[in-house]
C-alpha cells in the first residue's frame, strides 16, 4: 500500500514522539521530529548568545545553520556537523524554545523545511501544528492529550533516567507555561484539527496509544 502521511500534535509531554516512532517503526514510515528543528535552532542562538526575541537575529542564526537528522535508534539531530540529541531536550533549551517557536518567520522556515522532508514519501511527523499548518492534507490526523498531572510524572521519570532532577511541581509548572505560550502564539498555536482524532493517553499504556493511531491509519489505507 502506498504510504500516508500521519500528523501527530498536542502539548508538550503527551508522549508524542514516543509514540510516533513506534508507528513509523511498525509501519516502516519516515519519522519527523519537528519540535527538535526548533530545539536545535534555540540551542544555536543561545550558543550564539542573542536576544530570543530579536526575530532579525535568531534569522541570521538559522541562515548558517543546517539541521538533519540521521537515522537510528535514537535519531540523531544535527546542527551542521555538531551533534546536539541530547543537548537540545536539556532544560534551558526546553524553557526557551517556544520564544524561538513563536517568531513568525522562524516557522515559516522551518515548515518549509518540514513539507520538504514529508515530499519524499509514508511518514509520520509530530509537533504542535502538523495537522492545521504543516500537512492540513495528511489522512491520519492525531491530537494526543494526557492531564497536566500525569505528563510532569512522565517527564520527572524520564528526566531521572537522565540524571536531571528538577522537581516534579517545578515540571508541572514549566509544562502549563510552555504549554500557554505554544496555544496562545498569534501564529499557527497549538490546537486540535477539525478533522484530527483526539486521543487521551492518560489511562493508556504506550503500546496501546501505538495499537491505536496503527488501527487508525490501517482504516485509511
Ligand atoms: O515537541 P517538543 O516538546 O520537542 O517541542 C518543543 C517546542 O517546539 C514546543 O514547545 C513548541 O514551542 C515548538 N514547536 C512548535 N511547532 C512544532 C513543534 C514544536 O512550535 N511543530
Known amino acids: 500500500t502506498v504510504g500516508l502521511q500521519i500528523a501527530i500534535d498536542g502539548p508538550a509531554s503527551a508522549g508524542k514522539s514516543t509514540v510516533a516512532k513506534l508507528v513509523a517503526k511498525q509501519l ?14 534555540t540551542l544555536a542562538a543561545m550558543q550564539a548568545k542573542v536576544d530570543l526575541h530579536d526575530e532579525a537575529a535568531v534569522l ?21 556537523t555538531q551533534e546536539v540529541t541530547q543537548a537540545i531536550r536539556q532544560p534551558d533549551v526546553t524553557n526557551n524554545v517556544s520564544t524561538i517557536a513563536a517568531l513568525a518567520g522562524v516557522r515559516r522556515q522551518l515548515v518549509q523545511h518540514q513539507q520538504m522532508i ?84 492518560t489511562a493508556l499504556s504506550i503500546e496501546q496509544v501505538v495499537a491505536r493511531i496503527i488501527a487508525i491509519t490501517v482504516e485509511k489505507q
Open 28 to 41: 516502516h514510515y519516515t519519522y519527523c521530529d519537528t519540535g527538535a528543528m526548533y530545539r536545535a535552532l
Open 60 to 80: 541570521a542564526i538559522l541562515a548558517k545553520i543546517t539541521i538533519s537528522f540521521k537515522p537510528g535508534e535514537p535519531q540523531q539531530v544535527f546542527v551542521n
Open 118 to 201: 514529508a515530499k519524499k514519501g509514508a511518514i509520520v511527523m509530530d509537533g504542535r501544528d502538523i495537522g492545521t499548518a504543516v500537512l492540513p492534507q495528511a489522512a491520519v490526523k492525531i491530537f494526543l492529550v494526557a492531564s497536566v498531572a500525569e505528563r510532569a510524572q512522565r517527564r520527572y521519570a524520564e528526566n531521572i533516567g537522565k540524571g536531571i532532577n528538577t522537581p516534579l511541581a517545578v515540571l508541572q509548572e514549566e509544562i502549563e507555561v510552555r504549554d500557554k505560550k505554544d496555544s496562545t502564539r498569534a501564529i499557527s498555536p497549538l490546537t486540535q484539527a477539525k478533522d484530527a482524532v483526539l486521543v487521551d493517553t
